[in-house]
Each structure stands twice: as C-alpha cells, then as structure tokens.
C-alpha cells in the first residue's frame, strides 16, 4: 500500500474508532449540569497512550462526580487529539501554546537585563529563583530548556534560554486567563508535572484548589496517585508514604516481600512484561563481567577494600521534578559526585551511566567529563553501557543515586544507598536520604558500613511491591502501545484495537472504574 492509501486507511479506522467512542460514552456517562464544576484533561503529548489514558481517568472521575470536562492542548493542529476529545465529550478545549508561544512577554527584558550578566552557578540559582506574579517557574524553565537544547546544565544566558523563559511567563497568564473562566475547577488529570506546560497547568490548577490526579502509564495499566495531596517539600510524581508501606507491614508482610524480592528480579533480568521496551542496563543481551573485569586489573576484591558505586541519572530529564536537591541539577551532582570519590582513595569506584544518557545529552560529552576523573585514577573506572548492571549485584558495598530507581532495586539487595534528591521511596527507613553536600560527604565516608538490616530490606521490598504492582490497576481501554521513542506502532492496528475494546467493554466490571470509585470516595493518595 502507497503512503496515500495507507493514510485514507488509517484516517478511516480513525473515525470508526471516534464514533463508537462517541456512541459508548454518550451512553455511559452523566450529562453534566451547565454549572458542574470543571474536571481539567491534559492533552499536551501526541501520543494515544498518553491521551487516550488520561481521557479515560478523566470519563472514570466525571461518572463519579459529574463534572464537566475540559481539555488543555498545546495546539489546535493536533487534530487527532482534539477530535478524540470531543469524542470523550469534552466540552471545551484550549490550546496554551498556540497563545503563549505567539509574543514575547512584555517582562522579558527586564529578567533578561538581570540574567544576562550571570554565568555558572550564578545563574543557576537565579533562574531556579524566579517567579511570575507570584507562582515559580524557574525549574520548569531551567527543565524545559535542557530538554529542548539537550544539555545537562546552564551555564550561560543565551537565546534560547531566553524564549523558554518567554514561554513561561506567558503560559503562566494564559493558564491562569483560561482557568479565571471557570469558577470551580474540581481537578486536574495530567501525565507530567515537569516543564513549562504541563508544570503551569499542575501549579495554576493547584493554586486553585483542584486535586492534581497524576496518571502513570504501563503496559495495560495505570497508577493514579493524588499529587496534590502530597506536602509540597516532598512532592514527587509517584510517591509511596510511610503510612503505605506500614500498613503492609503490619498486614500481608510476608506475601508483599517476596513479591517485592520477585519483581526486582524481573526487573533484573530483563523480564518485566509491564515495560517490555525498558530493559535498558538489565537488557539480558548484555554480558555479567567481575568486579576486575570491570577494572581492567586484577587486585580488585571486595575482600580488599569496598567498591562503591555512582548511579547517574539520565541528567536532562526533568531534573528539577524532584523538589528537594542538594544540587542545582543532574550534571553539577554527578562532577561534586566525583570530586568527593577522588577524595576516597580507599574505595573502588564504579560509574554508571544511564543507559538512555544519549536520548537527551551528547553521552560523548558526558562521558570525557567522567574520563577527566577516571585516567590516571587506577581506582575510578566508567562502566561500559555493553555491560549487565547486574554486574553490580554481587560486586559493590553501596551505591550513591540523586533519585533513580536503581536506589530501590539494590536496597532490596541489602546494599546501602545514598539519595540526594526526594524521590518516590524517600525517607521509608532503607536509604540515607541525605540534605545538603556536608551530609553527603559525611554519609559516603561511611557508607560500605551502613548495610541496612532485615527490616529495612524487607521494608524496600513491600515498597517495590506497591510501586511495581500494588498501585497499579489494569484496564480492559487503554491503548496496546507503550509510549517510547524508539518504539514504532501501527496505528490503524491501534485504532482497530481500541474500537473493539469499546465494543467488549462492560463498565461496571473495569478493574479501573472500580478503583477510582473508592479512591474518590475515601480521598486516598493513589488507587
């Protein structure tokens, strides 16, 4: 089939797809009174996974409450998107960059006079510093402009440092303009809280006292987690509390352990069929090498001296998601990181890269950073990306992350880890959760003997639990298709699917109906 007639295919299956979309929920959904409170639908990413989830949680909370539905677009020329919407019975839809992206912003010469003679950390600190009318914008800035110029840091007030910051002082005025229309918002469902758009909708919709419903999407299931419930100084997208995590303890402890233990395995041995396209540095095509492979000599045991090591982050992804940092972002860590590790020559050190460094930043350029520390230090070594980190296991007494994921993977191993960011298994009694680069020093001088005991160890794994399975919830709608870049799909295949799912699908029998029935009804932090 031409490209033509593959797109007349596609645009057909399409519009079958939008009139049974239409067709179901007119006849499932309530009819919204002309004064109802307003439910806000993000519909700022292109990708079916994305939108097509959040319409669905969005449907699921208006059944529950009968709100009105509203879409916040970036533009008008996502047709695709729009016309889904409308299908979902959205009522309205505005399009925030098509307005704010049009001007500069009045105010922009006078930030730009101010950060224009700063440089370095300087600047760094002044641009997570700023405000507009009120309401911070600095880190969505500073986050959508490393994206944007996939570079790890700031370190100069250039041009395009300059637009972002335009984008995000208007886009705060617009979202706050589009929000005045209407006088009771009663939440927001959103799949990002980091950059300017999806940043100002969380925080203009916050300010207005609207639930922030944050929607994680897998393989065939979602989280939802009340974002907004969260104390603000430890806000993160997916957070796992304490009162979580005891209760578990204190009920199935048992089971929930070795469910935990199970998961992490999978995850390390490339078998989690929840994010099939994400093993990543557990990709079980790579080889498992010995701690003196991994250093090139033989000398290297752990007999010897303790080998510690640095898990980096993939640096310019959304760096400032996190709301507490002892740094201002990922790169300026991870060079303080290995400055302290030169200090320690009585350790072995590993680095770690992210294995999707190169999806965001030159890793080429990373990579000479870490080479400047590592040649002519026989004891610092930069692990190659052809290596398992399951290397790792059985070859390092403590790993250092700001944030990542691998910080639970190994605490469930009984290795101890340093954190310097809040991340979404902060302060749960397994990690050293550290505040500010004195402490940090502190805690790597005595990491290798900070094993955590049985207790905290299991207390990792009822963690990985919730995280990897509790809080998840499968649904019969969302999209067969996982919302990664290098993963191409079918989208009259896709298309195809999801009408035949509507067709099939029975309401009261959706595991995720169900669930954010009772969450709205007891208020919970996630489903």
């Known amino acids: 089939m031409d490209v033509r007639g593959r797109m007349t295919e596609e645009y057909a299956v399409f519009e079958k797809f939008l009139a049974a979309a239409a067709w179901y929920w007119r006849r499932v959904s309530p009819t919204p009174a002309p004064d109802a409170p307003v439910i806000l639908v993000d519909l700022m990413v292109g990708h079916p996974q994305y939108y097509v989830t959040n319409l669905i949680v969005a449907k699921y909370l208006q059944r529950v409450s009968g709100a009105r539905l509203v879409g916040i677009t970036d533009t008008m020329k996502q047709e695709k998107i729009v016309l889904a919407a409308k299908a979902f019975g959205v009522e309205t839809i505005h399009a925030v960059n098509d307005t704010a992206a049009s001007a500069l912003a009045p105010d922009l010469p006078a930030h730009a006079a101010r950060l224009r003679p700063l440089e370095g950390a300087a600047l760094r600190r002044a641009l ?77 919709a916050d300010e207005r006292g609207a639930d922030i419903h944050f929607v994680a999407k897998m393989k065939f299931a979602v989280s939802i987690q009340r974002y907004s419930a969260v104390p603000k100084a430890e806000r993160f997208p997916i957070r796992i509390s304490r009162e979580q995590v005891d209760a578990v303890w204190h009920g199935d402890r048992d089971r929930a352990v070795r469910r935990g233990h199970a998961l992490i395995e999978n995850r390390m041995t490339g078998t989690n069929s929840r994010q099939s396209g994400m093993m990543g540095g557990f990709d079980p095509g790579k080889p498992v090498v010995s701690v003196p492979a991994l250093f090139g000599r033989p000398d290297v045991s752990r007999r010897d001296r303790p080998v510690l090591c640095i898990m980096a982050s993939s640096l310019a992804d959304a760096p400032h998601t996190n709301v507490r940092n002892i740094y201002d972002d990922q790169l300026v860590w991870l060079e303080e990181t290995l400055k302290i590790a030169r200090d320690f020559p009585g350790f072995d050190w590993v680095i770690k890269l992210h294995p999707y460094t190169g999806m965001y930043v030159d890793r080429r350029h990373i990579e000479a950073l870490v080479t400047r520390y590592t040649e002519g230090t026989p004891n610092m070594r930069l692990m190659p990306e052809t290596v398992n980190t399951r290397s790792l296991i059985d070859a390092i007494d403590g790993l250092i992350t700001p944030w990542g994921t691998s910080g639970l993977e190994f605490a469930t191993l009984g290795i101890p880890v340093i954190t310097t960011g809040n991340t979404y298994y902060s302060e749960l009694g397994f990690t050293i959760d550290v505040r500010s680069p004195e402490e940090y020093r502190a805690a790597i001088a005595t990491l290798p003997d900070r094993r955590p005991n049985a207790e905290a160890v299991a207390r990792a794994a009822i963690t990985a639990w919730l995280f990897f399975e509790a809080i998840l919830c499968d649904c019969p709608l969302l999209p067969d298709v996982e919302m990664l870049p290098w993963l191409d799909y079918d989208e009259i295949a896709l298309w195809r699917d999801m009408t035949e799912r509507l067709a099939a699908h029975s309401l009261k029998d959706d595991p995720l109906f169900r669930r954010i029935e009772r969450y709205q009804a007891g208020a919970a932090l996630s489903i």
Request: charged share 25%; glycine share 8%; hydrophobic share 40%.
């Open 128 to 204: 997570l510093d700023l405000t507009c009318d009120g309401l911070p914008i600095g880190d969505l800035v500073y986050d959508t402009y490393l994206r944007a110029r996939k570079c790890p840091t700031v370190t100069a007030c250039d041009k395009e440092l300059l637009l972002e910051l335009s984008l995000g002082l208007n886009t705060v005025r617009c979202m706050r303009d589009i929000l005045g229309r209407y006088p009771r918002i009663e939440a927001a469902v959103v799949g990002h809280i980091c950059y300017v758009l999806f940043g100002t909708l969380c925080r203009v």
